[in-house]
């Protein structure tokens, strides 16, 4: 969507579409990825780039732990929510590899803890 609307700056004449199909077409994706219907951590093991989405994945565990997201476990006091983790996969532009880690509350969802 920035892309898009950067471009569209850049050039209002320009086909979005071939945009989109360009960056899908790029050489960093691989035959397999690109025939997966979404990017899920379970289809992306079974690929041979997952070595790429692996280490994607400890960077980024790396710099929350560095930016001192991360504490001492806890026990999950009495009506706390927990937070588990989502991945989320992409594949930039220049055919970078990203893994970025969310929350799932952030998708309105709650989990309740059950020793």
Known sequence: M????????L??????????VSA???EAISPKECALP???RRALKR?????????????QLDQMKAL???????KLPEGGILMRFRWQY???VNGKRRSACV????QGQRQKYTP
């Not at 690929?47 to 960077?59: A, F």
Request: a negative charge; zero cysteines.
């Open 2 to 9: 920035v892309l898009a609307a950067i471009h569209s700056l």
């Open 11 to 20: 050039d209002p004449d320009a086909d979005l579409d071939e945009l989109r």
């Open 24 to 26: 899908l077409q790029s």
């Open 38 to 40: 979404r990017f899920s």
């Open 47 to 59: 690929l041979p780039t997952w070595d790429l989405w692996h280490k994607n994945e400890l960077e």
């Open 68 to 74: 001192g997201m991360f504490g001492s476990p806890i």
């Open 90 to 92: 992409r594949i930039k």
């Open 103 to 106: 929350v799932m509350v952030l």
